[in-house]
């Protein structure tokens, strides 16, 4: 009887341990689990712009629902950016790596890149948001991605200004542009996604599909005003 007993009261001191040890902070799963240093403050601090509702079937407190998670997910993207965290792109955060792997490929090799020269990704300016809007995302375009599950029934417009200039950062050398928009630039995308909540962040927007809105296929989902309107 006394085998039984000693490992009753060792498997009973081991749970004791385990009940007693801290859970990890906001901060330690926010390093831990995306590689974001330093932790990003919470709320996540987004830009200020208005949102424009143009599906007609969506309230407004979802299109604002919407919105608000792709602002969270562009100001984590450049937090990741100035990190230099690859682990981020691969955590499910803003995009579903498992389905869209390409779709932050170019960040992720920047950051491979400058890491083997024994410098750095920097973000040297970045662009300004100067619009954003939820539209219904047509079916046809939804459909035409090849991935589970499909992006939600409504997408963002995004319209943003340059400049933006990502640059390779070696001590001792001149910088290597990288990806850049220069001042007086500008683009206009429609993004497909999914919205998603991963441990110790709030409510974020995981892209599956981005669409060029001057392209003539998708101008009209963008509900862009014609050429030559104000």
Same mark, same amino acid.
């Given at each position: 009887m006394k085998g039984p007993l000693?490992?009753?009261?060792?498997? *009973?001191?081991?749970?004791? $341990?385990?009940? %007693?040890?801290?859970?990890?902070?906001?901060? #330690?799963?926010?390093?831990?689990?995306?590689?974001?240093?330093?932790?990003?403050? %919470?709320?996540v601090p987004v830009e200020s712009v208005a949102?424009?509702?143009? %599906?007609?079937?969506? +309230?407004?407190?979802?299109?604002?629902?919407?919105? #608000?998670?792709?602002?969270? +997910?562009?100001?984590?993207?450049?937090?990741?950016?100035?990190a230099n965290s690859t682990k981020f792109f691969a955590a499910g955060v803003i995009s579903r790596p498992d389905q869209?792997?390409?779709?932050?490929?170019?960040?992720? +090799?920047?950051?491979?890149?400058?890491?083997?020269?024994q410098g750095r990704l920097v973000l040297a300016a970045r662009s300004t *948001?100067?619009?954003?809007?939820?539209?219904?995302?047509?079916?046809d375009l939804r459909d035409g991605l090849e991935v589970q599950p499909k992006p939600m029934a409504d997408a963002v417009v995004v319209r943003a200004a340059g400049p933006e200039r990502q640059v390779i950062r070696v001590p001792g050398r001149p910088d290597t542009p990288v990806s850049t928009l220069a001042a007086g630039d500008s683009y206009t995308i429609l993004v497909g996604g999914v919205?998603?909540?991963?441990?110790? *962040?709030?409510e974020t927007?995981?892209?599956?599909? #981005?669409?060029? $809105?001057? %392209?003539?296929?998708?101008?009209?989902? $963008? #509900?862009?005003?014609?050429?030559?309107?104000?």
């Open positions: 000693v490992l009753l009261v060792a498997a *009973l001191a081991l749970a004791g $341990c385990t009940a %007693d040890r801290p859970a990890p902070s906001r901060c #330690q799963t926010i390093q831990h689990d995306y590689g974001l240093t330093p932790c990003p403050a %919470d709320p949102v424009r509702n143009l %599906d007609p079937n969506l +309230s407004d407190a979802e299109a604002n629902r919407i919105a #608000q998670a792709y602002l969270r +997910s562009r100001a984590l993207y450049y937090l990741a950016v100035g869209t792997p390409m779709m932050f490929d170019a960040e992720t +090799s920047h950051i491979r890149d400058a890491h083997a020269r *948001l100067t619009s954003l809007a939820v539209v219904a995302l047509p079916a919205l998603v909540t991963r441990a110790g *962040l709030p927007f995981a892209e599956l599909g #981005q669409w060029e $809105c001057l %392209d003539p296929d998708t101008h009209g989902a $963008c #509900q862009l005003p014609p050429a030559g309107a104000s």
